[in-house]
C-alpha cells in the first residue's frame, strides 16, 4: 500500500441514528471507524439495510451526523459548517447515484446538468467557459458531445450514468462516493463504467469510496474493503486479506455465497450460514483485533480465540 501517501478521509466512531418515535431509534450506522487513502478505491459491502448508504450521504452530509469526526483533507467535517467548509465539501466530494433517471433532472439539458455544480459554486468566468467545461467533460466520460442538448429521458441507462459520473467529475473532486453506482444497469454495462472509473482514477488520481453489495465487482475494482452489518464495521482490509483470510464469521458467509463460474463446482458449493441472533454476538462490545498491519476484525474478547480458531478450520468452497 505504499504507492498511497496519505489518508485523504478519516472517519472516527461515525454514528447515525434515525429517532422514529420518543422510545424508538434506529442505529442505522453506530461507530464505524475507516480511512480512505489518497488514489485507492474503499470497497464497502453488506447486505441491504446494513448502513452503506447512510455512511455515505453521511460524510456528504445530505445526513447531518449523530456524532463522530470526520476529517477530509485536513479539514473536520462533521458538525455545523461554516460557508468555507461546506463549499469546500461541496467542491471535492462528489456522489454519483444508483438510479441515474431519478437522480437527473428530466427538465433539463444535459449540460446544465453537468455545468449545474460550476454555476452553484461560481467556478467559472463566462458562460462560453461553463459550456466548454461541460463538453470536455462529456467526452471524456465517452459521450459525443451532439449529446449536450438532450434530455435524460433520450439516453440509456449506461449513459445516464455516464452523465452522473461527469456531473461529478466537472467539479474536479478529490474523493467520490459511488452508492450502488452500477447495481441498475445490465451486466455488460456494469463492466464498463467500472472501467471508466478506474481510467478516470489512473488519470486524475481520485479516490473512490465504492458502496456496493457484488462483491466479485468490490474485489475487482477495490484496493481496500470494509464489511458492515447492521450499523457496524465488523472487519476490514485489504482485498486479498478480506478474499484470503476472512476472519469474522460474517465475512465468511458473505464470501461463501458468492457463485462460482465454474458450474461442476458450484454444484458443490456451500454457503455458510450466520445469523445474528443466534450467534450469540454482541457488535457494540467488539474490539480491534488487528490481524496484520492493514487488515482488522472487531470482535468481542471472550469470543476472539473461538472465531479465529474457525476461521483456520472452516474453508470457503
Do not use: C
Request: hydrophobic share 35%.
Amino acid at each position: 500500500m505504499s504507492e498511497f501517501k496519505q489518508p485523504l478521509l478519516v472517519v472516527k466512531n461515525l454514528k447515525q441514528h434515525f429517532e422514529v418515535s420518543k422510545k424508538y431509534t434506529v442505529k442505522a450506522v453506530d461507530g464505524v471507524s475507516f480511512h480512505i487513502n489518497q488514489g485507492e478505491t474503499y470497497g464497502l459491502v453488506g447486505e441491504s439495510g446494513s448502513g452503506k448508504s447512510t455512511i455515505g450521504r453521511s460524510l456528504i452530509r445530505l445526513y447531518e451526523p449523530t456524532s463522530g469526526s470526520i476529517v477530509f483533507d485536513g479539514k473536520e467535517m462533521a458538525g455545523k459548517l461554516d460557508k468555507e467548509r461546506d463549499a469546500f465539501l461541496r467542491t471535492n466530494m462528489q456522489m454519483i447515484f444508483q438510479d441515474p433517471m431519478a437522480s437527473l433532472n428530466p427538465r433539463k439539458k444535459v449540460i446544465e446538468i453537468i455545468t449545474q455544480g460550476l454555476e452553484i459554486q461560481q467556478i467559472y468566468n463566462t458562460s462560453d467557459e461553463r459550456e466548454a467545461m461541460g463538453l470536455e467533460i462529456l467526452e471524456r466520460v465517452g459521450l459525443s458531445r451532439e449529446f449536450a442538448n438532450r434530455y435524460p429521458h433520450q439516453f440509456s441507462g449506461g449513459q445516464r450514468q455516464r452523465v452522473g459520473i461527469a456531473r461529478a467529475l466537472i467539479m474536479n473532486p478529490k474523493l467520490i462516493i459511488a452508492d450502488e453506482s452500477i447495481s441498475a444497469l445490465d451486466v455488460s454495462i456494469q463492466a464498463q463504467i467500472v472501467n471508466l472509473m478506474k481510467e478516470i482514477q489512473k488519470e486524475s488520481n481520485l479516490s473512490y469510496l465504492f458502496i456496493a453489495h457484488d462483491l466479485s465487482m468490490v474485489k475487482y475494482i477495490s484496493d481496500r474493503i470494509g464489511v458492515l452489518h447492521l450499523g457496524h464495521l465488523l472487519e476490514t482490509g485489504t482485498t486479498e486479506e478480506i478474499f484470503n483470510n476472512p476472519i469474522h464469521p460474517y465475512t465468511r458467509s458473505l464470501l461463501s455465497a458468492i457463485p462460482h463460474p465454474n458450474p461442476q463446482l458450484e454444484k458443490h458449493r456451500k454457503a455458510l450460514h450466520y445469523d445474528y441472533k443466534g450467534s450469540g454476538f454482541n457488535y457494540s462490545l467488539g474490539e480491534e483485533y488487528k490481524v496484520s498491519e492493514t487488515h482488522s476484525a472487531w470482535l468481542e474478547p471472550e469470543k476472539r480465540d473461538f472465531v479465529l480458531q474457525e476461521a483456520v478450520n472452516t474453508q470457503i468452497s
